[in-house]
């Protein structure tokens, strides 16, 4: 009885010590959790590509480096006809889907196709013709078009296997040629990717990668705090403070192409008239926003570009605040204060609803001050914070009044392309202006995009720059920018100002 007792002893043992070594000998999986604001709602790159873009899953024929140039990616080079209405690419060779589907013209050709069905910058390019042989793509457009490599980098462009598609051209599997590949996906807080090892460039260190969507940049800033997540992005201001005697995680800022502005309903009966938007403007004290309320003094926007975009910034444009002046102009426009303070014109009060929203965490807090400094001449606001989604869903149905947003300028490289679209119609796009329009600048921005006049582009560019600073379709407020914070465990991070790319693979872990 004793010797059975100890076999059954030593067999215990021994699966216990076996288990130790097993686990022991097993590689560890290196992982990591990156924390940002935005959600996704599926495998539609016109909606959701950025979320696969940043996270290394797909890419595109061209990418934009940090200062704005064009490089290859999924295209090594590409030839352009005299006449500019004939593009040649070469497209890379050895590269495989995650799939394993080799990568080929007919590839890209079946992705920008599908692409051009659904709403997105793709329809910004006057394509004719699309056609395929080999390694080679060819483009026909109708018209030259100047910022075509660009457009082509953008987010919404990644190629994928032919395979990913259904029957009726919607993405049901997604595979890219990135060098991490789809794991897991939880619309619309939670995608893993793990790395492919089949990429066709640098491998990453890293082996799987979470990406967790939440509203609250507080959270997001307590979740790299605690350890829950290594990087979190578009953390709020305040949490500087939070890490500043925390050895384990570091606060970095990082100047956007993207301005805070003020969207105007230009066919609104109380913001139609330009002097009605000139004296909103002058009211906001934008200097006390930047450095108050923004946390980055300097940062104020008096208009719509920065001097990192050059060709379009007026140097040394700055009308301040002057409320003396804004008084001035509503009072012109036939508006008296009423024994509250409040504006009052043919028996209505100046109040209008300004709506915005909580993705980006300086915009509430934004919204109410905005509130309180239209309030010293007269002007009541209403402040709406919704989800993102419901600002283009006000600027269609007409019932947005004002709109407090940010806009970023440089996600293809140049706001050409964005202007461009904005004003190929009235009604204006879902973050551009919205039911204003100038014939000058349709005039102008369709000749830059043309290349016509090569040598008057500066110029031109200048002259859109003054009518919209003048007219104020749009309201600039300040200049945006990305706070992330990052755990001590991660090295190698590197930013991306155009949020196209998260560069997982210089990414690195002390693990």
């Not at 005299?82 to 080929?104: A, C, M, Y």
């Not at 919204?367 to 002007?379: E, M, P, V, W, Y």
């Not at 006000?394 to 004003?423: C, E, M, Q, V, Y």
């Not at 102008?444 to 002259?463: C, R, T």
Request: avoid cysteine.
């Amino acid at each position: 009885m004793k010797k059975i007792f100890l076999l059954v002893v030593l067999f215990v043992v021994g699966l216990i010590a076996f288990s130790l070594y097993q686990r022991d000998s097993e590689p560890q999986i290196s992982q990591i959790t990156i924390s940002g604001p935005f959600e996704f709602h599926g495998l539609d790159l016109s909606k959701n590509g950025f979320t696969f873009s940043r996270l290394g899953v797909t890419e595109s024929l061209t990418g934009i480096q940090g200062d704005g140039h064009v490089f290859p990616r999924l295209a090594t080079e590409w030839q352009q006809s005299e006449d500019g209405l004939t593009w040649q690419f070469k497209i890379r060779d050895n590269v495989s889907f995650h799939d394993g589907t080799p990568l080929d013209g007919k590839a890209v050709l079946k992705t920008l196709t599908y692409a051009r069905e659904k709403p997105g910058v793709i329809k910004q390019i006057p394509i004719k013709s699309m056609s395929a042989d080999g390694q080679t793509f060819t483009l026909n457009l109708s018209r030259p078009y100047v910022p075509l490599l660009t457009v082509l980098a953008h987010y919404s462009l990644g190629i994928v296997s032919p395979a990913a598609y259904d029957e009726q051209g919607q993405i049901t599997q997604l595979y890219g040629t990135g060098p991490y590949q789809v794991n897991q996906l939880i619309a619309p807080h939670k995608a893993n990717v793990r790395r492919f090892e089949g990429y066709w460039g640098t491998q990453g260190e890293i082996d799987e990668i979470s990406y967790l969507a939440g509203h609250r940049s507080e959270s997001r800033a307590l979740m790299v705090e605690s350890g829950q997540a290594q990087i979190a992005f578009s953390i709020d201001p305040n949490s500087r403070t939070m890490f500043e005697n925390n050895p384990d995680v570091s606060v970095q800022s990082y100047n956007l192409p993207r301005t805070i502005l003020l969207k105007v309903n230009n066919t609104h009966p109380f913001l139609s008239e330009k002097q009605a938007r000139q004296a909103i403007s002058l009211a906001l004290d934008r200097k006390a926003i930047a450095s108050s309320i923004l946390h980055a003094p300097g940062s104020e926007a008096y208009q719509l570009f920065s001097d990192a975009q050059a060709d379009w910034h007026i140097n040394n444009y700055q009308p301040k605040q002057n409320l003396d002046t804004a008084a001035s102009l509503l009072y012109h426009l036939g508006w008296r204060k009423n024994d509250k303070g409040w504006l009052v014109r043919d028996g209505q009060l100046f109040s209008l609803t300004l709506s915005t929203y909580a993705d980006r965490p300086e915009l509430p807090v934004l919204a109410t001050t905005i509130q309180d400094q239209l309030s010293r001449i007269g002007i009541m606001i209403n402040v709406n914070i919704d989800n993102s989604s419901v600002i283009p869903v006000k600027h269609h149905d007409n019932t947005l009044n004002l709109a407090l947003i940010a806009r970023n300028f440089g996600t293809l490289g140049s706001p050409l392309p964005a202007l461009f679209d904005d004003f190929s119609s009235p009604k204006g796009s879902d973050w551009g202006h919205m039911n204003w329009y100038s014939p000058r600048i349709h005039h102008l921005l369709a000749l830059l995009i043309s290349g016509k006049e090569p040598d008057q582009a500066v110029d031109m560019s200048q002259e859109v720059a003054r009518i919209l600073a003048d007219e104020l379709p749009v309201i600039p407020i300040a200049y945006s920018q990305q706070l992330v914070g990052i755990s001590s465990r991660v090295s190698g991070f590197r930013f991306d100002p155009y949020e196209i790319d998260y560069h997982l693979t210089e990414l690195k872990t002390d693990d």
